[in-house]
């Protein structure tokens, strides 16, 4: 279907081994702020703030008003362990975000983010041709697990405003038949 006009679907509920994931709620607020409130999460993170709760509050009601915001799921417990979302739909380029991840440390070590990667590139690539990440220029963490994940660094940056400051990133794309999904 590429080239198609009729809008992705942003809000599926996608199953894993290790993870599902599902349209966020309003009701998720305490679960997902409880994960974000580790600084650790944003030590790196160009928003390295998004642990305080008014700079989260704003984070989680964007996420909301996007209308791709997804919470993520442990399936062996059941508990709340992070978000993510598609975003900036490019109907002209056949393309759309993915990004504003954030996952539990606990869950940190590459198998719940790639999964969560691969269920979402799986989803959205039935739909959309290139999926891009957009990532924080000086945030080596973000920048290694693309790679992990196939991820292909584009040329050039974009500024965006971070913590109060114009930070730059970078943009990594992932094409139909390529990264964890294919």
Do not use: C
């Amino acid at each position: 279907m590429t080239g198609t006009t009729a809008a992705p679907d942003r809000q599926p509920v996608l199953t894993g081994d290790l993870v599902s994931l599902r349209p966020t709620r309003a009701a998720d607020w305490d679960a997902l702020f409880a994960v974000a409130s580790d600084p650790l999460l944003w030590e790196v993170h160009p928003a390295h703030d998004r642990w305080r709760e008014p700079v989260f509050r704003t984070f989680f009601d964007a996420g909301l008003a996007s209308g791709g915001m997804l919470t993520i799921h442990d399936r062996a417990s059941g508990a709340v362990i992070g978000s993510s979302r598609y975003d900036n739909w490019r109907p002209e380029a056949d393309e759309i975000e993915i990004g504003w991840t954030f996952i539990a440390r606990a869950s940190w070590g590459g198998a719940v983010n790639r999964e969560v990667k691969a269920l979402m590139l799986g989803h959205i690539h039935r739909q959309v041709e290139t999926v891009i990440f957009q990532v924080g220029e000086d945030n080596v963490r973000s920048r290694r697990a693309m790679e992990k994940i196939g991820g292909r660094l584009r040329p050039g940056r974009e500024t965006r405003m971070m913590a109060g400051l114009l930070r730059d990133h970078v943009a990594y794309e992932i094409r139909r038949g390529e990264g964890p999904a294919a």
